[in-house]
């Protein structure tokens, strides 16, 4: 079966970041940039599931600017087999992103679509399940395991309880957590390969989706500052300030 | 005006985050109508009703709605949408999951995980693990929003709202709920503890977090932990406290053996008072401490259960 896999260009999460003065957004001028961390999982998946034979195809698609082709190259280097880069100039809010992924659906026509839970900058925990219901299929959101048979595919999700096990109808939309599995590093051979891989370039008019931000920024701020804490000599000193400073004991 | 605010419950007892979603809808403005899905949930639709403000509760209850299964149960708030100007949820598993698909059913760009409501239209929620406040406001005819709890106080009780049987929505047939594996413990959950202990790699073992679950009990706490701690198997994933985990702001956070990556500030760095206990003077933990300790925790953590 053929595979969609989404990937994102994000600040990489180890950096620092740093909210620009003017209050526009964050700084992202000579940011160091790396593929979400979710999205590998999500390249990660389908290229085992192609490993071990179930999967026969994986297309990539990113939507962001030009450089985004680095991202959906580093997906090739991971064994995706071609991407789709939807370039847009601006800001492509999770509503505007399933819109174009599901566009891709219908034309690519895969039996599984994996998506990050999340993008790490916007924080917005929305596209998979957005792009589950446009296309009125079933979702697997925040999955730790998936195993496909046939025309279902059983997953386990996590929930803040602990794990839900369910039994969706294939085609669906998974999104991925953290524990599914570990993603690999690129190899030197395998960036070199990627670079040979089709790479497409497509415009969201061409997809007949409008990508105007329906959220407007007002403004990006700091968030408050805990102020400066005390380093305490010994557990005697920590437990007396927690009982009379602090008196949360 | 009027919002609709989706409960999260275990079928008696709604979950923490619920009230604290009543508390945004107020702020937002108009009448609150608390919408109560499940199956065998009436006793959760009481509790509802005596949610300060509450002006009705809708109760569903159908085996269509067992389990978190977002595709009947979104099919079923399609029905009643159109009447709200606002659809809120608590930005938790369980509202993560759904909203977002209903969201895109109403051709709406959901708001996530707001900490304050600035108006009916404009919201402030985190971005990039916390780093960043945006302010955003929607044009949308809808507002579909989901709540992080922490940052707006619980409702009270104190109301008498009537309720009302809401008829079970189409079954899509999508997706068979299978059952869930729930951690089990006496502890409180984590996002209702007033005392929080978490523990990190530093633990260095599942079987060492008994260090921390004998501080917890005396403290009345319940245990959280960091990613490093629950990938290496040391505890159940629902313990991971963070950026991707659980949004947690107790009276008291006490971090051991956590070095307080961004991703897990970003999951406690509100809470009241922080303490922090780790053998290396550098840790980046101790820049969000209140208190914090440098010491090897396997002696630290013992001595503090005898002292509380
Ligand atoms: C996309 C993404 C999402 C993430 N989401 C989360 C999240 O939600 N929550 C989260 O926590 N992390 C998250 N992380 C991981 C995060 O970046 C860190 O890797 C993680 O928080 C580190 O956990 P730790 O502090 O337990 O481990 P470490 O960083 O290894 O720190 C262990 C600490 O223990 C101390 N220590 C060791 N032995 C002792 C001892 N005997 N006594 C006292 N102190 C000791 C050490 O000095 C050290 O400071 C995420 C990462 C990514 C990329
Ligand atoms: N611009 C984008 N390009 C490609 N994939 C995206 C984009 N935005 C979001 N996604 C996918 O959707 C997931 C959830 O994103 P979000 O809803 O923004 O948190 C991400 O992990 C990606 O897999």
Same mark, same amino acid.
């Given at each position: 079966?053929?595979?969609?896999?989404? #990937?994102?260009?994000?600040?990489?999460?180890?950096?620092?970041?740093?909210?620009?003065?003017? *209050?526009? *957004?964050?700084?992202?001028?000579?940011?160091?940039?790396?593929?979400?961390?979710?999205?590998?999982?999500?390249?990660?998946?389908?290229?085992?599931?192609?490993?071990?034979?179930?999967?026969?195809?994986? #297309?990539?698609?990113?939507? *962001?600017?030009?450089?985004?082709?680095?991202?959906?190259?580093?997906?090739?280097?991971? *064994?995706?087999?071609?991407?789709?880069?939807?370039?847009?100039?601006?800001?492509?809010?999770?509503?505007?992103?399933?819109?174009?992924?599901?566009?891709?659906?219908?034309?690519?026509?895969?039996?599984?679509?994996?998506?990050?839970?999340?993008?790490?900058?916007?924080?917005?925990?929305?596209?998979?399940?957005?792009?589950?219901?446009?296309?009125?299929?079933?979702?697997?959101?925040?999955?730790?395991?998936?195993?496909?048979?046939?025309?279902?595919?059983?997953?386990?999700?996590?929930?803040?309880?602990?794990?839900?096990?369910?039994?969706?109808?294939?085609?669906? #939309?998974?999104?991925?957590?953290?524990?599914?599995?570990?993603?690999?590093?690129?190899?030197?051979?395998?960036?070199?390969?990627?670079?040979?891989?089709?790479?497409?370039?497509?415009?969201?008019?061409?997809?007949?989706?409008?990508?105007?931000?329906?959220?407007?920024?007002?403004?990006?701020?700091?968030?408050?500052?805990?102020?400066?804490?005390?380093?305490?000599?010994?557990?005697?000193?920590?437990?007396?300030?927690?009982?009379?400073?602090?008196?949360?004991? | 005006?009027?919002?609709?605010?989706?409960?999260?419950?275990?079928?008696?007892?709604?979950?923490?985050?619920?009230?604290?979603?009543?508390?945004?809808?107020?702020?937002?403005?108009?009448?609150?109508?608390?919408?109560?899905?499940?199956?065998?949930?009436?006793?959760?639709?009481?509790?509802?009703?005596?949610?300060?403000?509450?002006?009705?509760?809708?109760?569903?209850?159908?085996?269509?709605?067992?389990?978190?299964?977002?595709?009947?149960?979104?099919?079923?708030?399609?029905?009643?949408?159109?009447?709200?100007?606002?659809?809120?949820?608590?930005?938790?598993?369980?509202? &993560?999951?759904?909203?977002?698909?209903?969201?895109?059913?109403?051709?709406?760009?959901?708001?996530?995980?707001?900490?304050?409501?600035?108006?009916?239209?404009?919201?402030?929620?985190?971005?990039?693990?916390?780093?960043?406040?945006?302010?955003?406001?929607?044009?949308?005819?809808? &507002?579909?929003?989901?709540?992080?709890?922490?940052?707006?106080?619980?409702?009270?009780?104190?109301?008498?709202?009537?309720?009302?049987?809401?008829?079970?929505?189409?079954?899509?047939?999508?997706?068979?709920?299978?059952?869930?594996?729930?951690?089990?413990?006496?502890?409180?959950?984590?996002?209702?503890?007033?005392?929080?202990?978490?523990?990190?790699?530093?633990?260095?073992?599942?079987?060492?977090?008994?260090?921390?679950?004998?501080?917890?009990?005396?403290?009345?706490?319940?245990?959280?932990?960091?990613?490093?701690?629950?990938?290496?198997?040391?505890?159940?994933?629902?313990?991971?406290?963070?950026?991707?985990?659980?949004?947690?702001?107790?009276?008291?956070?006490?971090?051991?053996?956590?070095?307080?990556?961004?991703?897990?500030?970003?999951?406690? &760095?509100?809470?009241?008072?922080?303490?922090?206990?780790?053998?290396?003077?550098?840790?980046?933990?101790?820049?969000?401490?209140?208190?914090?300790?440098?010491?090897?925790?396997?002696?630290?953590?013992?001595?503090?259960?005898?002292?509380?």
């Amino acid at each position: 079966m053929k595979v969609l896999v989404t #990937v994102k260009r994000v600040i990489d999460p180890y950096v620092k970041v740093r909210v620009k003065s003017d *209050g526009t *957004g964050v700084e992202t001028a000579n940011v160091k940039m790396a593929m979400n961390p979710f999205c590998e999982i999500a390249v990660e998946q389908a290229v085992r599931m192609k490993e071990a034979g179930i999967v026969t195809e994986i #297309v990539v698609v990113s939507v *962001g600017t030009q450089q985004s082709q680095e991202t959906l190259r580093t997906a090739m280097a991971m *064994g995706a087999d071609r991407g789709i880069l939807v370039e847009v100039a601006g800001e492509a809010q999770p509503l505007a992103v399933a819109k174009l992924v599901k566009a891709i659906v219908d034309k690519e026509q895969p039996k599984l679509v994996i998506m990050g839970k999340q993008a790490i900058d916007d924080d917005s925990n929305q596209a998979g399940q957005m792009t589950a219901a446009l296309l009125g299929w079933p979702q697997s959101a925040f999955t730790s395991a998936i195993a496909v048979n046939g025309d279902t595919a059983d997953v386990t999700r996590e929930i803040d309880g602990g794990l839900e096990k369910l039994t969706i109808k294939l085609p669906a #939309v998974v999104t991925t957590d953290l524990r599914l599995n570990e993603p690999r590093y690129v190899t030197l051979p395998n960036i070199m390969k990627a670079k040979k891989k089709p790479l497409e370039v497509l415009k969201p008019e061409a997809l007949g989706v409008d990508v105007t931000p329906r959220l407007k920024t007002i403004k990006v701020e700091e968030p408050a500052k805990r102020s400066a804490g005390v380093k305490v000599a010994d557990v005697q000193e920590l437990v007396a300030k927690l009982k009379n400073e602090a008196r949360v004991i | 005006m009027s919002v609709l605010v989706i409960a999260e419950h275990d079928g008696k007892l709604l979950k923490p985050g619920t009230t604290n979603t009543v508390t945004a809808a107020a702020k937002i403005g108009g009448d609150i109508v608390v919408l109560v899905a499940g199956h065998q949930c009436a006793d959760a639709a009481q509790a509802a009703a005596k949610i300060t403000g509450v002006s009705k509760v809708l109760l569903a209850d159908s085996p269509l709605y067992a389990g978190g299964a977002a595709e009947n149960l979104t099919a079923l708030i399609q029905t009643v949408a159109a009447q709200y100007s606002h659809i809120l949820a608590p930005a938790t598993g369980y509202g &993560k999951n759904f909203m977002p698909r209903l969201s895109a059913l109403l051709d709406v760009q959901q708001i996530s995980d707001i900490s304050a409501v600035v108006s009916a239209d404009t919201f402030v929620r985190p971005i990039y693990a916390g780093n960043a406040m945006a302010t955003v406001q929607s044009a949308d005819k809808i &507002k579909v929003i989901t709540v992080r709890a922490t940052g707006f106080d619980a409702a009270a009780e104190g109301g008498s709202a009537a309720v009302e049987i809401l008829a079970a929505g189409p079954d899509t047939g999508l997706a068979k709920f299978n059952g869930q594996e729930l951690s089990k413990s006496d502890r409180p959950e984590l996002t209702a503890a007033r005392i929080i202990v978490s523990g990190g790699r530093g633990m260095g073992s599942g079987d060492n977090f008994k260090i921390l679950e004998a501080l917890a009990d005396k403290l009345g706490a319940a245990v959280g932990a960091s990613r490093a701690a629950v990938d290496s198997g040391y505890v159940p994933n629902d313990y991971q406290v963070g950026q991707t985990g659980k949004i947690v702001a107790p009276e008291l956070y006490i971090a051991v053996g956590i070095s307080g990556a961004i991703q897990h500030l970003a999951g406690m &760095k509100d809470s009241k008072v922080i303490i922090a206990i780790n053998k290396d003077p550098e840790a980046p933990i101790f820049a969000v401490a209140d208190y914090w300790l440098v010491e090897d925790l396997f002696k630290a953590v013992p001595e503090m259960t005898q002292q509380v």
